[in-house]
């Protein structure tokens, strides 16, 4: 039993990583993910924050998310029994 929960908490780890990687790099752009910065300084930080807010969103709505994280919590579960 304790091997089968190790194999579920590391596959849903893997699972996890991989979502929070796709889904948050992957909708930015990895090489700038705030947008143009501007060099005078002179950003929006408003703007900077509602990307922010948006890909947060994103990522919870996100299926695989809570699967991953169900799979991490059944294994715990399975861990203490």
Do not use: A, C
Not at 20 to 31: M, R
Not at 41 to 61: G, P, Y
Request: aromatic share 8%; no cysteine.
């Amino acid at each position: 039993m304790q091997q089968i929960s190790d194999y579920l908490f590391m596959g849903s780890l893997i699972l996890f990583i991989v979502t929070l990687l796709f889904k948050g790099l992957g909708s930015t752009g990895s090489s700038n993910p705030l947008g143009n910065i501007d060099l005078q300084m002179q950003q929006n930080h408003k703007n900077d924050l509602e990307k922010q807010d948006s890909i947060i969103s994103r990522v919870f709505k996100s299926y695989l998310v809570w699967i991953s994280i169900t799979g991490i919590v059944i294994s715990i579960v399975i861990t203490k029994i």
